[in-house]
C-alpha cells in the first residue's frame, strides 16, 4: 500500500493558532548524528560509532507582509529577543503538521515506545527582507531546532 502524497497547496506555517501570512516554502531537515572514531590498532576500515545527534535547522520564506503582528513581527521578535518557540507548525496538509517535541516518540506521537523523548523548541536564529523594482518584497526566516520536531 503507497503512502499519502503531501500536495503544497495545503502547507502553511503557523505560530501558535496564527497563520504567518505570506509564506509559500517551508522546510525542516533534521539533525544529523555525530561520528565517534572507534578504530583501534590493527583495523583496516575506520569503525564509528553514533554519537549525539546534532540539532535540526528549519527555514520559511515568502513574500513580507507589513503588519503582520502574530505571524511575521513575531517571528522577528522571537529572533530578536532570542524567545524559545514551542507553537511553531508547518502544515503538510489541513489537519497534519510538524511542531516542536513535546512528549511524543520522535517523528510520530503514536511512537512512544522504544524511542526518546525530548522536550524540545525552535529559535529563529534569522531574517531577512528583500525587495526588487521588479517584484514584490520577500521575507525568510531561518532558524534552529532543539531536540526533534515531530509529525502530529
Known sequence: MAGTTIEGVDGKVTLGSN?????GTW???PGGSA????TEFGDT???ILLGMRKRGSISF???AKLGDTTGQEACKLAQINATNITSLRFYCTASSYYTPNATTGYFSPSSTTANATQSSY????A????SDKNGLATISFTGTV?????LV
Do not use: A, P, R, W
Open 19 to 23: 497563520t504567518v501570512l505570506g509564506i
Open 27 to 29: 522546510k525542516y531537515t
Open 35 to 38: 561520528e565517534l572514531d572507534n
Open 45 to 47: 576500515t575506520e569503525q
Open 61 to 63: 520564506n515568502g513574500l
Open 122 to 125: 525552535v529559535n529563529i536564529t
Open 127 to 130: 531574517f531577512d527582507i528583500g
Open 146 to 150: 532543539s531536540g526533534d520536531m515531530v
